[in-house]
C-alpha cells in the first residue's frame, strides 16, 4: 500500500511503533516511566492513517498542537501510523506517550477507539481525546466529534450550482458509516437545491487498511472515471487520497471540493487550487487546541464535544474568490446555512 504520493508533502518520517517518539511540527524529549501523569510535557498526538502531509486530517490536528505549543509552551510531540498495525500497537503507542507525561493524548481517527478505551482506564489522570468516535465513555475522556453532514450538504448546494453538465461526484475514502455521513448531507444539498441532477457516489475500498484513505492514485483513477460518466463537480472525503482527486479534477478543467481543511490555501495543492471551488471543514486543529487548553487550565474537557455549524465547528470555506464572488452560489450556500441552523432543513447521516 503506497502511503505518501508525490503530491504529498516529502520527507514524512516514520517512527517506531511504541517508545521512539518523534516530533513532527515540533520538538520532544524524553521523561522517564516514573514520572508518569506527574509531568505535562504538552499534547500528544497519535496521527490517523495517511499521517502528517496530508493536507487535510491529520494536518488540521498539527496545527492545533502548533497553536497550543505557541500559546503554552508545550513541546508536543506527533507519532506516525504503520502500514497493517494492530489495536495493541495502537494501545502500545497511546501508554508510551502517556508514561513519558504527555496530556492530552489525543487518537487522530475512529480507528484509535479500542486503544483509547484501554489506555484511558490504565492512565486515570491523564486526559485522552479521540477525534471522529463518540462510543467512548470515560471521565478522562473527550469525544471530538463533528456534523459532518452539514459542512456536506451545503458542498452539495455549491455544487448543484456550479454544474454545468448536472452531473456531480461523490469519492469517500472507506464505505464506513464516519464517509457515509459525508456522502449523504452532499446528495441531500445537491437534491434539495437543483432538481434532475445525477450523484455519482463511489467508496474505494472497504477497510482502511486497503488504503481507501491513503492512496491518490485511487483517487485520482476514481475521479477520472466520474469525470468520464459526465462529472464537472467532484467532491472527495478521502484523506490523502483526496488529492488525486483534486489533481484529476484541475487536469480536466473541473471543480473539485476540498474536504477537512480549507484546501485551496494548502501549499501541497497549491498547483491545484484555482480547481477547488470550497472546502467542507471541520474544525479539527480547534478541537485539539481547545483540549490542551482544559488541560493546561485545570478544567479537563470530556465526554462528546460535537462541532456543528451553529458552533463554527463545520464550515465552507470561502477562500477561492471564483466562489467568495458568486453571489448565486453564496446567496443559496447562506440560506442553506441559516435553515440548517434554525432546524428548518435536517440533514441525513445516511
Given at each position: 500500500?503506497?502511503r505518501?504520493?508525490?503530491?504529498?508533502v516529502?520527507?514524512?518520517?516514520?517512527?517506531?511503533?511504541?517508545?521512539?517518539?518523534s516530533a513532527?511540527?515540533?520538538?520532544?524529549?524524553?521523561?522517564?516511566?516514573?514520572?508518569?501523569?506527574?509531568?505535562?510535557l504538552?499534547?500528544?498526538?497519535a496521527y490517523?492513517?495517511?499521517?502528517k502531509?496530508?493536507?487535510?486530517?491529520?494536518?488540521?490536528?498539527?496545527?492545533?498542537?502548533?497553536?497550543?505549543?505557541?500559546e503554552f509552551?508545550?513541546?508536543?510531540?506527533?507519532?506516525?501510523?504503520?502500514?497493517?498495525?494492530?489495536?495493541?500497537?495502537?494501545?502500545?503507542?497511546?501508554?508510551?506517550l502517556?508514561?513519558?507525561g504527555?496530556?492530552p493524548?489525543?487518537?487522530?481517527?475512529f480507528a484509535?477507539?479500542?486503544?483509547?478505551?484501554?489506555?484511558?482506564?490504565?492512565?486515570?489522570?491523564?486526559?485522552?481525546?479521540?477525534?471522529d468516535?463518540?462510543q467512548?465513555?470515560?471521565?478522562?475522556?473527550?469525544?471530538l466529534?463533528?456534523s459532518?453532514?452539514?459542512?456536506?450538504?451545503?458542498?452539495?448546494?455549491?455544487?448543484?450550482?456550479?454544474t454545468?453538465?448536472?452531473?456531480v461526484?461523490?469519492?469517500?475514502?472507506?464505505?464506513?458509516?464516519l464517509?457515509?455521513?459525508?456522502?449523504?448531507?452532499?446528495?441531500?444539498?445537491?437534491?434539495?437545491?437543483?432538481?434532475?441532477?445525477?450523484?455519482k457516489?463511489?467508496?474505494?475500498?472497504?477497510?482502511?487498511?486497503?488504503?481507501?484513505?491513503s492512496?491518490?492514485?485511487?483517487?485520482?483513477?476514481?475521479?477520472?472515471?466520474?469525470?468520464?460518466?459526465?462529472?464537472?463537480?467532484?467532491?472527495?472525503?478521502a484523506?490523502?487520497?483526496?488529492?488525486?482527486?483534486i489533481k484529476?479534477a484541475?487536469?480536466?478543467?473541473?471543480?473539485?471540493?476540498g474536504?477537512?481543511?480549507?484546501?485551496?490555501?494548502?501549499?501541497?495543492?497549491?498547483?491545484?487550487?484555482a480547481?477547488?471551488?470550497?472546502?467542507?471543514?471541520?474544525?479539527?486543529?480547534?478541537?485539539?487546541?481547545?483540549?490542551?487548553k482544559s488541560?493546561e487550565e485545570g478544567k479537563?474537557?470530556?465526554?462528546?464535544?460535537?462541532?456543528?455549524?451553529s458552533n463554527?465547528?463545520?464550515s465552507?470555506s470561502?477562500?477561492?474568490?471564483a466562489?467568495?464572488?458568486?453571489?448565486e452560489?453564496?446567496d443559496?450556500?447562506?440560506k442553506?446555512?441559516?435553515?440548517i441552523?434554525?432546524?428548518?432543513?435536517?440533514?441525513?447521516?445516511?
Amino acid at each position: 500500500m503506497r502511503r505518501v504520493s508525490r503530491i504529498a508533502v516529502a520527507g514524512v518520517a516514520t517512527a517506531a511503533l511504541a517508545v521512539t517518539v518523534s516530533a513532527c511540527g515540533s520538538s520532544s524529549k524524553s521523561s522517564s516511566s516514573s514520572a508518569g501523569e506527574d509531568k505535562n510535557l504538552g499534547l500528544a498526538l497519535a496521527y490517523d492513517i495517511g499521517g502528517k502531509g496530508d493536507q487535510s486530517f491529520n494536518d488540521a490536528a498539527t496545527a492545533g498542537m502548533e497553536k497550543a505549543d505557541k500559546e503554552f509552551g508545550f513541546k508536543s510531540t506527533a507519532v506516525e501510523p504503520q502500514d497493517g498495525e494492530s489495536d495493541a500497537d495502537k494501545v502500545q503507542r497511546l501508554e508510551s506517550l502517556a508514561k513519558q507525561g504527555y496530556n492530552p493524548v489525543i487518537g487522530v481517527g475512529f480507528a484509535y477507539a479500542p486503544a483509547v478505551k484501554e489506555a484511558a482506564a490504565k492512565f486515570p489522570k491523564t486526559t485522552f481525546g479521540i477525534v471522529d468516535d463518540e462510543q467512548t465513555k470515560a471521565d478522562n475522556v473527550a469525544d471530538l466529534v463533528f456534523s459532518e453532514e452539514q459542512a456536506s450538504y451545503l458542498a452539495g448546494v455549491a455544487a448543484a450550482k456550479a454544474t454545468k453538465s448536472n452531473v456531480v461526484g461523490f469519492i469517500g475514502g472507506v464505505d464506513v458509516p464516519l464517509i457515509h455521513k459525508f456522502g449523504a448531507g452532499f446528495k441531500q444539498g445537491v437534491e434539495d437545491t437543483k432538481k434532475g441532477v445525477t450523484v455519482k457516489e463511489q467508496y474505494l475500498t472497504e477497510t482502511a487498511a486497503e488504503g481507501g484513505f491513503s492512496s491518490p492514485d485511487k483517487g485520482e483513477s476514481a475521479a477520472e472515471g466520474q469525470i468520464d460518466a459526465g462529472a464537472d463537480v467532484v467532491y472527495a472525503a478521502a484523506g490523502l487520497s483526496g488529492q488525486g482527486v483534486i489533481k484529476a479534477a484541475s487536469a480536466n478543467k473541473i471543480w473539485a471540493i476540498g474536504v477537512d481543511s480549507d484546501q485551496y490555501k494548502q501549499d501541497a495543492l497549491k498547483a491545484y487550487k484555482a480547481s477547488i471551488l470550497t472546502s467542507a471543514m471541520k474544525n479539527v486543529e480547534g478541537a485539539v487546541f481547545e483540549l490542551a487548553k482544559s488541560v493546561e487550565e485545570g478544567k479537563p474537557q470530556s465526554g462528546v464535544i460535537r462541532g456543528s455549524l451553529s458552533n463554527g465547528g463545520v464550515s465552507l470555506s470561502n477562500s477561492n474568490p471564483a466562489f467568495a464572488g458568486n453571489k448565486e452560489i453564496q446567496d443559496a450556500v447562506n440560506k442553506a446555512a441559516e435553515g440548517i441552523k434554525n432546524g428548518t432543513i435536517k440533514v441525513k447521516t445516511s
